[in-house]
């Protein structure tokens, strides 16, 4: 029976270019944001904002890889990368994290070494700054 939630888990949703939501969203499944959101976001799987994505909010979830803007605090219970073209300004709250040269991040990082089920917050943390 555990199959049916992992089937339900890798479902993938689409916010495209063009598009704007405002209000929050909690989805169980994996997310791509290449429009706009203006409210806060909440998922148990992996959030993708490409070049044209922006979230102005707070994003939770288990992975990410950025792209586009993020203004808000960003928790990520496992690895998050930022790509040469991504935004965050804000605090960021990760287990693991890969900034590419070129990426702009304002705001404090805050890491810990536990990525299984504890996520962020748990275990041992160093805080860097960058501004």
Known sequence: MAKYNEAE?????LVSSGTDITGDVK?????RIDGTLNGNLNTKGKVVIGPTGRVNGEVICK???VSGTVE?????????ILK????IFGDIVTSKLS???GA???GNCKMSD???NGGPGKGKESEKSSK
């Open 84 to 87: 040469v073209s991504s935004k």
């Open 104 to 106: 702009i991040f304002s």
């Open 99 to 101: 900034i590419e040269p």
């Open 27 to 31: 989805s169980s499944g994996d997310l």
């Open 114 to 116: 536990n990525d299984s």
């Open 72 to 80: 808000g605090k960003i928790t990520v219970h496992q690895l998050l």
């Open 63 to 65: 992975n990410s890889e």
């Open 9 to 13: 888990a890798a479902a993938i949703n």
